[in-house]
């Protein structure tokens, strides 16, 4: 009790002050924190520091969201596979989902684009889609869980990425693999994520070619992890040890994020 009365300070709502520090910390997180019983003490007790601010309660769950990230991290296993469906199961149409309307997604050039490969991989080639299309090809039907609380069921095709990852001569020791979009998008993968079997560089679409809407040409299919984790109009890949972020990374969202 001791502890907890030192942080009562003087003029400072404790209810408001830990409820808009539970809105840093980025879904599912959140959700997970407040159904624990958020309270100045939780906070407390999961960080060991005194919460006298804004911003030290900021700080606290900076602390709390890495935390999560690392068990996550730890706990992954990747031979366990996302649940499977059948074709009665496919959501059409599959929702768009994105940080601008569905007119402003990127309208690409298939015949000009390339992937660019680059990190510690021994052949830093681009690949044309021509290229990519003629790789050995797999089916999967999975649920995309978005963020933000829906999902839906979608039919993705293409090449497992640790096929890719094998074909380029990638050092799967490596942290990361981050990939670089069309959109002013990013997202970074990490090296047991990127080699799980149902990790996916996704060229259809419920056996058509994907939709401009899901990311044409390629996006990558990560059914293990949240949406926004799944990168879409992929133009790059890089194989590094230097964690990149990524466009909702970089603004408080979980790494990890498993479904």
């Known amino acids: 009790m001791r502890r907890l009365k030192s942080l009562l300070i003087p003029g400072v709502d ?3 002050l830990v409820r808009d520090a539970a809105k840093l910390l980025p879904e599912p997180s959140r959700r997970r924190f407040i159904a624990g019983g958020a309270s100045l003490g939780a906070l407390t007790l999961l960080t060991g520091c005194d919460v006298s601010d804004s911003f030290s309660a900021e700080s606290m769950l900076t602390q709390i969201s890495k935390f999560n990230d690392a068990v996550q991290a730890k706990i ?14 496919i959501k059409r149409p599959f929702p768009f989902n ?21 990190g510690l991989v021994d052949n830093k080639k681009s690949w044309t889609l021509a290229e990519l299309h003629q790789l050995p090809e797999v089916k999967q039907i999975t649920r995309h869980i978005c963020v933000e609380g ?21 050092d799967t020791s490596a942290k ?21 079997p149902q990790t996916q560089m996704t060229f259809k679409f419920d056996d058509k070619i ?10 990558i299919r990560v059914p293990t ?9 992929v133009v790059a890949m890089d194989v590094t040890n230097d964690y990149k972020g990524g466009y909702w990374e970089d603004q408080g969202y979980n790494d990890f994020s498993g479904s």
């Not at 981050?178 to 799980?196: G, V």
């Not at 992890?225 to 109009?233: E, T």
């Open 14 to 16: 404790k209810t408001l």
């Open 76 to 89: 992954f296993n990747p031979n366990v596979l996302a649940p499977t469906y059948t074709e009665r199961d």
């Open 98 to 118: 994105a940080f601008y309307s569905e007119d402003e997604a990127p309208d690409i050039d298939g015949e000009a684009w390339k992937l660019e490969v680059s």
């Open 150 to 170: 829906w999902s839906a069921i979608g039919s993705w095709s293409g090449t497992p990425l640790r096929d890719f990852l094998k074909l380029i001569g990638a």
């Open 176 to 196: 990361w693999v981050h990939f670089r979009c069309a959109e002013d998008y990013a997202s970074s993968l990490d090296m047991p994520t990127a080699l799980h």
């Open 210 to 219: 994907l939709p401009r809407a899901y990311g044409y040409p390629m996006k």
């Open 225 to 233: 992890k949240l949406g926004f984790k799944n990168p879409k109009y």
